[in-house]
């Protein structure tokens, strides 16, 4: 099925112009009214890390005539492996501003607009109002499911990508045309049953494989040739090498864009909707949470506690707290774990940042262990604050 193209011809291309972008030209399904229309289009990236890098960069050459940035992050070492707009000399510099400085190089006939805040209900209808279509690069529930109510309430088309270890999805969402994110996915997922990349980790190059696929989606879209991902999911395996094409069809139940919508409006709170922890592991950690400087205070006075690491044995070996014993989270969620843990000493818990140990500790206390604490901050906390000398990962 093929759609209007989003965005009307712009002005007559310069001699400059026509030469860099002549291989556009002279493919007949672009040429020069499509690029015309790439040069008068407003595309936003929320996000310039692993898919926005990419994205980012591929619709500066392309010659897209504004580009917008929603990014209020530095750049860290550990963004390097798959951030591939940010360089060395980038590191503790603002993302945005370190991307608007590369789209520079790359295209200096785009615009580039950088909104260097966090994005959130009171602030995301303004700043999409003023841009054509949506390119969606970031890695939380929460940003994307307000990201996808925007787009529905302003009748804008959504390119989402999302990507895990060595799996990758895309697709186009535009109610205008066919489903929403909600139609796809009606209910964030529990509470840490998806891990993030930071927890799981992220094949580097797939962050390039689904990227060039949101932008080449995005140029479909603006330009209406070919058949946008408009009511599909695209699935690629990049161990099998292999993509699977699978349709999606609107809900008419969707409380946002079915027959009967029952959400006119954005929501209140999107982290509450979707839930950075469960309600038990929110119990759990109230008045049970200490400081890695108190961990710290613990260990130099040799008190006796039982120190567990419930993070994988992948993350293990990269860095770990002194006297930590290693038992993943998967052993708490199926009861195994709770054979091993000693009766007579105070479990204390930990993972990489707090989110895994605050759920494994819910599970702890139901069990009986009712003096259990987790490490609010786990491991990066005690390679940033205790000893700077470990890795941050």
């Known amino acids: 099925m093929s759609f209007p193209p989003l965005v009307e011809p712009g002005p007559t291309l310069t001699v400059d112009e026509v030469r860099r972008y002549s291989r556009h030209l002279i493919i007949p399904d672009v040429a020069m009214s499509g690029q015309r229309r790439l040069m008068n289009a407003k595309v936003l990236c929320v996000g310039a890390g692993g898919l926005g ?32 707009i940010h360089g060395q000399s980038d590191i503790g510099k603002s993302k945005a501003q370190s991307a608007k400085e590369k789209i520079a190089q790359i295209n200096p006939y785009v615009n580039v607009i950088t909104h260097e805040l966090r994005l959130d209900a009171s602030n995301v209808m303004e700043i999409f109002a003023q841009y054509d279509i949506i390119v969606d690069g970031t890695d939380n529930f929460a940003t994307r499911y307000l990201v996808n109510d925007a787009c529905v309430l302003l009748k804008k088309p959504y390119v989402w990508g999302s990507i895990y270890r060595f799996d990758g999805q895309a697709s186009v969402f535009w109610a205008e045309y066919g489903p929403c994110y909600r139609c796809l996915y009606p209910e964030p997922p529990p509470p840490g049953m998806v891990p993030s990349c930071a927890e799981g980790g992220v094949l580097g190059v797939l962050c390039a494989s689904i990227g060039s696929i949101q932008t080449t989606e995005a140029i479909k879209v603006i330009t209406g ?114 054979s091993q843990l000693p009766q007579d000493k105070r479990i204390v818990l930990h993972c990489k940042s707090g989110v895994r140990s605050a759920e494994c500790l819910a599970i702890v206390k139901g069990a009986g262990f009712s003096d259990a604490v987790h490490v609010a901050g786990g491991v990066i906390a005690w390679a940033k604050q205790i000893d700077t000398s470990l890795p941050v990962y």
Request: charged content about 25%.
């Open 53 to 84: 890098s990419p994205a980012l960069m591929y619709l500066a050459a392309a010659g897209v005539g504004t580009l917008g940035i929603v990014e209020f992050d530095t750049v860290d070492e550990s963004n390097l492996q798959r951030q591939i």
């Open 225 to 338: 040739i070919g058949e946008p991902l408009i009511g599909s999911l695209m699935i690629y395996d990049a161990l099998e090498m292999s993509f699977r094409k699978i349709k999606v069809r609107k809900d008419p139940n969707c409380p946002l864009c079915g027959e009967n919508p029952t959400q006119t409006a954005l929501l209140p709170d999107y982290e509450a909707f979707c839930g950075v922890i469960s309600d038990s592991a929110s119990i759990a950690v109230k008045d049970s949470t200490i400081t890695v400087t108190e961990l710290e205070e613990m260990i130099s006075k040799k008190e006796d506690f039982y120190l567990i690491d419930v993070r994988e044995p992948s993350e293990y070996e990269i860095v770990s707290i002194p006297g930590a014993t290693l038992i993943p989270k998967q052993g708490f969620l199926d009861g195994s774990a709770l």
